[in-house]
């Protein structure tokens, strides 16, 4: 099932509207489909190039957008809408001891799962469940959203399409690594 949703959405890119289908793809990775808006992005910049600022936007836009559906879900629809898709990824067992640890956190995790390949659904739906303040959540998911996207972009329009492999295979590790790397440097200041 995934393998044919990520077909389907490769052929999106070569679409006359490939703008609009991810910003369409953007919106509902950030709250409820399975494949990251990634995916378009990389054929639809390295088709050209010189839209790939303007691709990195409407990414940037949408996903933000999306992901406050996410809160909605979250705020509004848990118990109906966000438990069972958070269920359906496996994250269900630990939704408590996840609630009273996340607002302690809730900052680092919105920018951790906007920039990883950690799904970003996730990160919305529990912090519109608890109660994160929206003006940190809608920030954060810009700042998250805007580093993933324009980095993709920035190596896409920079070095075309042997930086794809790399990109397609590896970018989530190089996010990781980062998230880690920062996450370490603030826990260090603050220890220190």
Do not use: C
């Amino acid at each position: 099932m995934l393998r044919s949703l990520y077909n389907r959405t490769m052929a999106l890119a070569d679409h006359p509207h490939a703008l609009w289908w991810l910003a369409a793809v953007a919106f509902v990775e950030s709250s409820v489909f399975p494949i990251p808006p990634d995916v378009l992005m990389i054929p639809m910049i390295l088709a050209r190039p010189s839209r790939a600022w303007l691709i990195a936007l409407v990414a940037l836009v949408a996903s933000v957008l999306g992901g406050l559906l996410g809160y909605g879900i979250g705020a509004f629809f848990y118990d109906s809408l966000g438990q069972p898709i958070l269920e359906a990824m496996g994250k269900g067992d630990a939704m408590e001891a996840f609630n009273r640890k996340f607002n302690d956190f809730g900052f680092w995790a919105v920018l951790g799962a906007g920039v990883t390949p950690f799904p970003f659904k996730v990160i919305t739906i529990m912090s519109g469940w608890t109660g994160m303040p929206l003006g940190t959540f809608v920030a954060t998911a810009i700042l998250a959203r805007a580093l993933r996207f324009f980095l993709v972009a920035a190596l896409l329009w920079k070095f075309g399409t042997p930086i794809r492999d790399f990109i397609e295979k590896r970018l989530g590790l190089v996010f990781t690594v980062f998230v880690v790397l920062l996450f370490g440097g603030f826990f260090a200041l603050r220890f220190i």
